[in-house]
T-cell receptor, first 110, second 116 residues
Framework: EDQVTQSPEALRLQEGESSSLNCSYTVSGLRGLFWYRQDPGKGPEFLFTLYSAGEEKEKERLKATLTKKESFLHITAPKPEDSATYLCAVQANTGNQFYFGTGTSLTVIP | DGGITQSPKYLFRKEGQNVTLSCEQNLNHDAMYWYRQDPGQGLRLIYYSQIVNDFQKGDIAEGYSVSREKKESFPLTVTSAQKNPTAFYLC???????????????FGDGTRLSIL
């Protein structure tokens, strides 16, 4: 069964304190892994797509990496405006559905 | 600007009432999806449609219905058979053509449904 697990559920960081969010997945053939940012009361905003192990993508203070079993979202020197819930999703080769994790709620304290 | 528009932003349902949530996209995407989001749970798929006049049930379709008469529109009806409809509902779309079938979904800003 295709499955996505994110950890930790919640993370509090001081401004400037770098850390990583984890997304572990089990899927019968990965078509793509996707990271989203979701602010309260809003829809998820697309951040990155990763397709194969070893791939990396960067955007400002965020960097996403992918292995055969998990993906990490590294946050370097975070700012309070990076506070949000970060969602991970996978799409399997066997269909057109996307499977989402429950997210990591990130709070960055000034 | 291209995007996905969901309306209304807030909706209240009375007992025994059916309500319809609107989702419109101008991204020229083939596939459209409806998700339900509850606190502490991941997004759960209600229905999805890959082409006009065709749609498939997701993991939690009971108590919901959809139609896809136009490429741009994918309305969701929450029927009175859905006993616990209070949630945040999200509509998404994606390209779903051949070699582009691995593209990400893009989301609207959701509709929050509550029971009166």
């Amino acid at each position: 069964e295709d499955q996505v697990t994110q950890s930790p559920e919640a993370l509090r960081l001081q401004e400037g304190e770098s850390s990583s969010l984890n997304c572990s997945y089990t899927v019968s053939g990965l078509r793509g892994l996707f990271w989203y940012r979701q602010d309260p009361g809003k829809g998820p905003e697309f951040l990155f797509t990763l397709y194969s192990a070893g791939e990396e993508k960067e955007k400002e203070r965020l960097k996403a990496t992918l292995t055969k079993k998990e993906s990490f979202l590294h946050i370097t020197a975070p700012k309070p405006e990076d506070s949000a819930t970060y969602l991970c999703a996978v799409q399997a080769n066997t269909g057109n559905q996307f499977y989402f994790g429950t997210g990591t709620s990130l709070t960055v304290i000034p | 600007d291209g995007g996905i528009t969901q309306s209304p932003k807030y909706l209240f349902r009375k007992e025994g009432q059916n309500v319809t949530l609107s989702c419109e996209q101008n991204l020229n995407h083939d596939a459209m999806y409806w998700y339900r989001q509850d606190p502490g749970q991941g997004l759960r798929l209600i229905y999805y449609s890959q082409i006009v006049n065709d749609f498939q049930k997701g993991d939690i379709a009971e108590g919901y219905s959809v139609s896809r008469e136009k490429k741009e529109s994918f309305p969701l009806t929450v029927t009175s058979a859905q006993k616990n409809p209070t949630a945040f509902y999200l509509c998404a779309s994606s390209i779903n053509r051949g070699w582009e079938s691995n593209q990400p979904q893009h989301f609207g800003d959701g509709t929050r449904l509550s029971i009166l």
